[in-house]
């Protein structure tokens, strides 16, 4: 016990600066957020020191709101179903090769994620408008007669944000796939499993890890990606946060608060029902 | 869960005919030939990269030849893939299903085969009986001991009732109390179930307790295979004489024949060697070091140049006319309580323990 006491009080003070960090610039403000959420908007400062519910009230009743919430969750959804099944695929590719081999492939994967959003974005407007080169070209061949918009609408986002994501979950599906034992393959076939069997009742399930990593990455970053879904959904496919950013360039600090927080409670909700339904502890043999 | 040993005595159950695989970079199996008789407990034993891994995955379709045919119950098994051959296999590290409890895991093999939920769940409370797990049913791989995951990994591979076992390095995981049990448990619970078991070893005690039959593998080739006693007793190669227990090596030239044996000058001693049809030139054989015996009548003699006592035996380490010699001597009532160093002993042993060997090379 005497050997064990100094070693976990230096533990503490290892952890001490890193968390006093974390308050100080991480759970201060986000209280501070919180107190300003129920405050009244004001015209001139940054909020009026009287408490009210109407900021939220107002989330949670109005139509626009609710269908900006429903439609939030569906783009999230589907960009979440899309990264998982391309992704897994070329994830269960590039575990199997060598060690150099996907390292290579990683890092070719991550060569776009080094160009800025805004860059990327902007390259898809050139591609997706009306003067693109989609509507161009299928206008020069003659499949359609006129100019078409492809941008601002559910499509274009769900492109950029599947685009900007897919890395992120490839790269986690990969890190999970990799550390799983061949022999576990193995042992499945040795007990008579055809191979889609074997993946079904033992890699997938083991994946799991990383199935959960994956998802709950691309939630928060499709939750919070602006640029893109500003870019590419313009005013006409707005998302819960293109509304934040509405709110304070309006000035309406309070409104941008609360829904910056019905944001989070979203982004919670769905990653709960991540680890409910992936169940990536599962692998360590928890249920 | 009884296998039908009785009925066909003699059939062999996995077969290699003239088995040959190449990887990229080598050679892992020159020509193998294997016969493996139904109900034994055959033990393939060797040195890392000697090959016994390869045989093994081979059998079961991990692994396909480059050249030859693997026959399992006599069908010719060669490029079918694993998951539809018959065989349990208990990998190195137990390969248990974490996610799985005991019980699913154990269920799997049943599963795949498309057994029904009852027979399942009576087959499967069976088997853990006989591993005596019953009451960890529920339990997850990493809530359970080392010699616990060992039983599972066992139940799991026998309870479809393969037509072979294979085991790799069962053994290697668990630490030498526990290893020496489970060799036991595994031996008995095999006799039991009278089931075809490969297994591959690097320990050469394990293969000499638990085996019936073992196969001694080098470079790619099996350099012997007998009976344990068979091995250990009449080496035929320098190798197996050396990497299944401790022997002397030694080296004359042939000076005649007596009977069946020949009679070989090493340093000024004649010694008789058996095994062996050589008449004349160099002779080298073994002599295990347990063999040798004081004999103060003896003609052949060396000065002591080291005693360790050691217990139950004491270590000789003997000059035998400029040739290192060991010996082994049990600590029985007979033998002489003082042994001192530099002085000059005579040495005999039975002149079947000196046996020829065929040089490797």
């Known amino acids: 016990m005497n050997r064990v006491l100094p070693a976990s009080s230096l533990l503490y003070a290892v952890a001490l600066p890193p968390l006093v960090i974390l308050g100080l610039f991480f759970v201060v403000p986000l209280c501070y957020l919180l107190f300003v959420s129920f405050m009244t908007n004001s015209g001139t400062s940054l909020f009026d020191l009287e408490p009210t519910l109407i900021n939220y009230a107002e989330i949670f009743t109005d139509s626009f709101y609710l269908l900006i919430i429903r439609r939030t969750l569906l783009s999230t959804a589907i960009v979440l179903a899309l990264c998982l099944l391309i ?39 050139a591609i997706l408008g009306r003067r693109g080169l989609v509507s161009s070209t299928l206008t020069g061949v003659g499949l359609i007669e006129r100019p078409v918009q492809y941008l601002y609408s559910f499509e274009a986002v769900t492109l950029g944000l599947l685009t900007i994501l897919l890395p992120f979950m490839i790269v986690s599906l990969t890190n999970s796939l990799t550390t799983i034992d061949t022999r576990y393959t193995e042992a499945a076939y040795s007990l008579g499993a055809s191979p889609w069997r074997a993946f079904l009742r033992v890699t997938l399930p083991l994946s799991s890890p990383g199935i959960a990593s994956g998802l709950m ?34 000035f309406r600090w309070p409104r941008a608060a609360a829904l910056s927080f019905a944001l989070l409670i979203i982004a919670l909700i769905i990653a709960v029902i991540i680890q409910l339904v992936v169940r990536p502890n599962r692998v360590q043999g928890k249920g | 869960m009884k296998t039908d040993s009785t009925t066909s005595v003699g ?8 088995v040959e695989k190449s990887f990229e970079t080598a050679t892992a199996l020159h020509s193998l030939d294997l016969e493996i008789e139904r109900g034994t407990l055959f033990a393939l034993l060797g040195p890392s990269g000697c090959g016994k891994t390869t045989t093994l995955r081979l059998i079961a379709g991990f692994e396909q030849p480059t050249r030859g045919q693997v026959y399992i119950r006599g069908k010719d098994v060669t490029g079918i893939p694993a998951y539809k051959r018959s065989f349990g296999m208990v990998f190195q590290n137990f390969a ?17 085969r498309g057994i029904g939920k009852d027979v399942i769940r009576q087959k499967v409370a ?33 309870v479809f009732e393969p037509d072979v076992l294979l085991l790799d390095e069962p053994l290697s995981a668990l630490d030498k109390m526990l290893r020496e049990q489970m060799q036991v448990e595994i031996r008995q619970l095999q006799h039991r179930l009278g089931m075809t078991t490969v297994f591959v070893t690097h320990d050469q005690e394990e293969a000499l307790t638990m085996s019936d039959r073992v196969a001694v593998m080098n470079h790619g080739r099996i350099q012997q295979a007998g009976t344990p006693k068979d091995i250990y007793d009449r ?8 990497f299944l227990g401790a022997s002397n090596i030694l080296e004359g030239h042939v000076r005649g024949r007596e009977g069946d044996r020949a009679v070989v000058d090493v340093a000024g001693n004649l010694i008789q060697v058996s095994g062996t049809p050589v008449s004349k030139g160099k002779l080298r054989f073994a002599l295990r070091p347990e063999k040798i015996v004081l004999d103060p009548q003896s003609g052949i003699r060396a000065v002591v140049k080291d005693v360790i006592y050691r217990g139950a035996q004491t270590f000789l380490y003997l000059d035998m006319g400029g040739i290192a010699l060991n010996a082994v001597l049990q600590n029985t009532a007979a033998t002489p309580a003082d042994i001192e160093t530099g002085t000059s002993v005579g040495l005999s042993w039975e002149t079947a323990s000196a046996v020829a060997l065929e040089d490797p090379t």
């Open chain 1, 87 to 125: 992704g897994y695929p070329v994830a269960f590719y590039a575990a199997r090769l060598s060690a150099r081999g996907r390292m290579i492939m990683l890092m070719v994967m991550m060569v776009p994620l080094m160009v800025s959003n805004v860059v990327r974005a902007y390259g898809w407007v």
């Open chain 1, 217 to 250: 990455l691309v939630t928060f970053l499709t939750l919070s990606a602006y640029v893109t879904i500003a870019l590419l959904g313009g005013p006409r496919y707005k998302l819960l946060v293109s509304l934040v950013f509405d709110s304070v360039t309006t």
């Open chain 2, 11 to 18: 059939a062999s159950d996995v077969r290699f005919v003239s």
């Open chain 2, 96 to 112: 248990l299903f974490p996610h799985l409890s005991v019980t699913e895991n154990v269920a799997f093999g049943l599963q795949m």
């Open chain 2, 126 to 158: 069976a088997v853990l009986d006989l591993v005596a797990l019953g009451k960890f049913a529920d339990r997850y791989p990493r809530q359970l001991s080392g010699g616990q995951q060992q039983r599972v990994a066992l139940a799991r591979a026998v």
């Open chain 2, 235 to 242: 080496p035929r190669t320098e190798f197996v004489a050396t």
